[in-house]
């Protein structure tokens, strides 16, 4: 029932974000482009869990979870970033150059 | 009272040590505790020479046939080479241990008086027992490591002593030529010893002698590799030619260390290491031909720089070269009696000239410090007429030049006529013997000369000190003149030891090495001349003797002589003689100056600074800095090329699983 096109939609919404991590500077939108991969792995859980037993549904809140936390955390330290530099942009933040 | 056991022998040995370490606790704690030191440096020597006297006693009355040896402990037990720390008593060391703790207890005495104002006083005794040590070590070694031992060791207090004044470089400097000399020398020891060792698998003198004329082929390639690298040795450390030059630099250490290493004791290692080989040398006529072939050249070469030195103590010094190479002439023409007994009697007569220059020195020296004059109190030309001053000195230094010239009936003539005669000997077979033979009785005749000039120059004529010096000459006090008597007396009656049957004597020393040299001499007869051509030779030795001593007396005119510091330069034969052959300017231009150069701007400057400081040092590090450069390009610091990375490597696991 609907699997194949809820695992494209979340095959189309994960490239989405994995291109959007590559290709974006700015670091809200690279964190909101992980939340989205996030969230495809989620609808692929879900899809699959009519099949596979209940377990997919139960993961799916334990990413809910720690995807609120990260995105808790993330947000601080951005937060301190942009403090102390005054941009998120990621190519401007690279003290850790070799 | 019972004899006590001859186990005991390591008791002389030890005495000098115990007083090495005594005074060398004092040198560093108390160093102005002269009389303690005085105590414990003569002290032990003459108790080492009583304990020496009573182990030969002992010796004699068993008088074996094979050497005592005792071993203490297991010294290096390593695979196939088991080395013991032994020490042997056999009739040759009886003779060295006498010898060394004799004359050097005489010399011990004479140095309280000698270095009584010298502030490193309790140093100096220090060292000089631990000369003795070692020198009793080196003759009492029962194989040739223990032996090594010793001859190192006396190496290390010749380079203490003669660079004991430290603070003027040119003693120092001399100090190190002696080193590197006798290190050149102690290469070819070592050689010898490897040789020894890969032949017969042992280093003991018992039983490398004992297989030696089984186990080599008389005259092979590998015996006369042994006897040519032990002769090395010992023209390193008996100061033969080539190596013999840093014996008259070795002048610069204190006149007691110049009598008792440089002349009496330690430079005839070389002599006692020959005759202590002599079953070695005995199976290898190329051996034994060369070294008293170098022995009678440098008899020869020395004698001559020895006729134009100015300084009293460097031609005691040449005269010390020309004697050993006599030594060598005897032992290495197979007459180990006749070199050894040369070796004793040269003990006695050249420790006295020593003492005795030591004691013009010192007078001399005494008058200059009492008048603040900056003159040189060792040259000649600064002395004459001294007998006046020195009377004591005068006729014990007369003694001296008499024996050694070779005049019956003191010690010399005995001993050098001894050598002579069997180069003689040997000659009637071997005719390249006649050249030794030339050659010695040459080296007599210049002997008989220098030695008269240094006498007339010294003693005799007008005194040329200056005249405010000249009231501050006086004798120097009987603990500095006692022992010069009793060497005196030693050189007077010294012959006696060993006269040849020839004169009616009854070869005392001959016999007495009889079961030392016995394997030797069966190896290699000693030949005989006729009593009527010993006869001949005799005279002609006396003759030339006296020759040399009337020559010197009447060609030589100490009026004519003026102080050094107003001498004209030499020139001509003179100059070359005084400039001593230019031998030491050629061994700096030949060997000195290539081996700096090669030194500076090959090792130093190429090796050192560019292969080893450039290529290997700093490369390394260069090396592991650009490995880490290409590293760091990884590193961009930019979180968009990270995660591209990461998403390749997940791509790359993610196709691996698949698959």
């Given amino acids: 029932m609907l699997l194949g096109p809820s695992l494209a939609v979340s095959a189309v919404l994960f490239t989405l974000g994995v291109a959007g991590v590559l290709l974006r500077r700015n670091a809200i939108v690279i964190f909101m482009c992980v939340e989205l991969m996030l969230n495809a792995v989620n609808l692929t859980f879900v899809a699959l869990a009519q099949q596979l037993g209940v377990a997919g549904q139960i993961f799916v809140f334990f990413v809910m979870a720690v995807a609120a936390a990260e995105a808790g955390v993330g947000l601080a330290i951005m937060l301190a970033i942009y403090r102390h530099r005054h941009t998120v942009n990621l190519q401007s933040i690279n003290l850790l150059k070799g | 009272m019972p004899a006590l056991p001859l186990s005991l022998l390591w008791v002389v040995p030890a005495l000098p040590l115990v007083g090495f370490v005594v005074n060398g606790t004092l040198a560093l704690t108390r160093p102005t505790a002269k009389r303690v030191v005085s105590l414990v440096g ?440 006692g022992p010069l008597v009793v060497l005196g007396v030693l050189t007077l009656f010294g012959g006696a030891l060993n006269i040849p049957h020839l004169f009616g004597g009854n070869a005392f020393l001959e016999h007495w090495l009889e079961p030392v040299t016995g394997v030797a001499h069966r190896l290699r007869p000693a030949l005989e001349v006729a009593a009527a051509t010993e006869w001949t030779l005799v005279a002609g030795a006396v003759l030339v003797a006296v020759l040399g001593i009337v020559g010197a007396l009447r060609l030589l005119k100490p009026e004519a002589l003026v102080p050094a510091r107003l001498a004209p330069p030499e020139t001509g034969l003179a100059r070359l003689l005084w400039k001593k052959w230019y031998v030491d300017e050629l061994y700096d231009a030949i060997i000195v100056r290539p081996v700096l150069w090669l030194s500076r701007e090959v090792l130093w400057k190429i090796v050192d600074a560019r292969i080893v400081d450039g290529l290997l040092v700093n490369g390394t590090a260069a090396a592991s800095r650009a490995v880490g450069w290409l590293g760091s390009r990884l590193q961009t610091g930019e979180v968009g090329v990270y995660v591209v990375l990461f998403v390749i490597g997940v791509l790359a696991v993610v196709r691996a699983a698949v698959r």
Wanted: hydrophobic residues 55%; contains cysteine; charged residues 10%.
């Fill in chain 2, 42 to 481: 003569v002290g032990t020597l003459v108790l080492a020479f009583a304990a020496a006297g009573m182990a030969v006693a002992e010796l004699a009355r068993q008088h074996p046939t094979v050497p005592l040896v005792f071993r203490y402990w297991e010294w290096m037990p390593a695979g196939d080479l088991q080395v013991s720390f032994a020490l042997q008593l056999d009739q040759l060391a009886a003779v060295m241990i006498l010898v060394v703790t004799g004359v050097g207890a005489l010399i011990h005495v004479f140095s309280i008086g000698y270095m009584h104002e010298d502030p490193g006083y309790a140093r100096y005794f220090a060292y000089l027992n631990l000369f003795v040590f070692f020198m009793l070590t080196l003759v009492l070694g029962a194989n040739f490591p223990v032996m090594f031992v010793g001859w190192e060791g006396v190496g290390l207090c010749s380079y203490l002593l003669i660079g004991f004044w430290f603070n003027d470089k040119v003693n120092a400097d001399a100090g190190k030529k002696a080193f590197i000399v006798n290190r050149i020398g102690d290469f070819g020891f070592l050689v010898a010893m490897f040789l020894i060792f890969t032949r017969f698998g042992s280093l003991d003198f018992e039983t490398v002698f004992a297989k030696a004329p089984g186990a080599l082929v008389p005259g092979g390639a590998v015996v006369t590799a042994m006897t040519l690298f032990l002769f090395l040795g010992c023209t390193g450390k008996s100061a033969q030619i080539p190596l013999y030059i840093w014996l008259p630099d070795a002048m610069q250490g204190p006149t007691p260390v110049s009598a008792l290493i440089h002349a009496a004791t330690m430079v005839t290692a070389g002599v006692y290491l020959v005759a202590r080989c002599g079953v070695l040398f005995a199976l290898s006529p190329l051996g034994s031909a060369v070294v008293a072939g170098i022995g009678a050249l440098t008899a020869l070469f020395a004698a001559t720089i020895a006729l134009k030195q100015w300084d009293i103590k460097r031609v005691l010094a040449y005269s010390t070269v020309s004697q050993l190479g006599y030594m060598f002439v005897g032992v290495g023409t197979g007459a180990y009696a006749a070199g050894m007994f040369h070796l004793v009697t040269h003990a006695f007569f050249k420790a006295l000239l020593f003492l005795g220059s030591g004691s013009v020195i010192h007078a001399m020296h005494q008058a200059y410090a009492a008048t603040q004059t900056h003159e040189d109190a060792q040259d000649m030309r600064n002395m004459g007429g001294l007998a006046r001053h020195l009377p004591w000195t005068a006729a014990l230094m007369w003694i001296a030049t008499l024996a050694i010239a070779g005049i019956p009936p003191f010690a010399g003539f005995f001993s050098k006529d001894e050598i002579l005669g069997a180069a003689f000997a040997e000659a009637t077979v071997r005719p390249l013997w006649y050249a030794f033979w030339g050659m010695g009785l040459a080296a007599a005749l210049l002997t008989a000369f220098y030695m008269t000039r240094l006498m007339l120059y010294t003693f005799h004529g007008p005194n040329r000190t200056g005249e405010r010096e000249r009231e501050h000459l006086h004798e120097a006090p009987p603990v500095m003149t």
